[in-house]
């Protein structure tokens, strides 16, 4: 295949225009080595705004990009959770991995739950892409690109980041460095909950998460990560704040929220987090993208999206988060 042009590639995404497949099958293939040969565990240096689960938002991750700036003028980290549940997982997904190959010191991806081959097959990404596209081709494309995520992120060696939480089996961060991380997520192990634990600030220690995968962990367990890894602080996405995000156990975890008005019907907030020198933070706050109001669904189709979810089971989502 000729060489592309990736300038005019998110050019064209950032006009809601879908790549044709052959060119996401290149963009992929051209990204996954990229992604090869990063550590489990990647160091950035800030300035670098820090973004939560966007779940195929795509209205309102150019609204990201409009508050915060554009890639490469801005350092961007992604905590995860980029398809499933909004109507544009397509988009969203084509945008970041063309900035990610574009930019890629200046990109972060971080895996998510949802990026797994058995997750977006029931939450919207999987059908979309048939309907997009008449096919699973660009779902295997993507699904295959996943495999080759980093796990976590180190912002100026005192703030980790993760999509989820901690691990019964993690205490060093070094530990993470060891993993094999190009394979699906499995359904339990330290992998899993990196991707899949939550915080509980009615605990210290590790307890069995509902969502029957990963861990519920307590102040305990954060403080005593930090201390044996010298960190500050832990960042993470993977739960819906109504205000955009949260902070837990005197500040030293904080999690951040980028899906305005979830699934198109939540009403929550949502931010980004910049990270600038000196470990100062500084959450934007901001709602929805106005887009939404001419392109997005109608209630029925908000109850449809992501795999045809019933009304319970989404007003569940509205109050758990993801």
């Not at 890629?104 to 919207?124: C, F, K, M």
């Amino acid at each position: 295949m000729a060489p592309f042009d990736l300038d005019a590639c998110i050019e064209q995404l950032l006009r809601k225009q879908p790549l044709h497949e052959a060119l996401l099958r290149e963009i992929c293939e051209k990204t996954k080595e990229v992604l090869m040969r990063e550590s489990n565990v990647v160091h950035v240096s800030a300035p670098v705004t820090v973004v939560g689960d966007i779940h195929g938002q795509f209205y309102d991750l150019v609204e990201i990009f409009r508050i915060g700036g554009y890639a490469p003028n801005t350092n961007y980290l992604f905590l995860g959770d980029y398809v499933d549940r909004g109507l544009f997982s397509v988009e969203t997904i084509s945008l970041l991995t063309c900035l990610k190959l574009r930019y890629p010191d200046r990109v972060q991806l971080i895996r998510g739950n949802h990026e797994s081959r058995a997750v977006t097959q029931t939450y919207g990404f999987y059908a979309e892409c048939l309907r997009k596209y008449g096919n699973s081709h660009v779902w295997t494309y993507f699904t295959d690109m996943f495999d080759f995520l980093t796990l976590s992120v180190v912002i100026d060696d005192r703030i980790f980041c993760v999509h989820g939480g901690l691990s019964p089996s993690i205490h060093s961060i070094d530990q993470i460095k060891v993993y094999d991380r190009f394979r699906e997520i499995p359904h339990e192990g330290p992998m899993a909950d990196l991707v899949w634990s939550d915080p509980d600030p009615e605990k210290e220690d590790f307890a069995i998460s509902p969502r029957g995968a990963g861990y519920t962990f307590g102040s305990g367990v954060v403080h005593k990560f930090l201390e044996i890894n010298n960190m500050s602080h832990i960042l993470r996405a993977h739960q819906l704040c109504m205000e955009g995000y949260s902070s837990l156990f005197d500040k030293h975890l904080s999690t951040v929220w980028s899906a305005p008005n979830y699934c198109y019907r939540c009403g929550n907030s949502a931010s980004i987090l910049e990270v600038g020198p000196g470990e100062s933070m500084y959450f934007n706050v901001f709602e929805a993208a106005p887009e939404n109001e001419r392109d997005g669904p109608s209630q029925q189709a908000a109850q449809n999206a992501g795999g045809k979810v019933r009304e319970s089971i989404l007003m569940s989502i509205c109050h758990f988060g993801n």
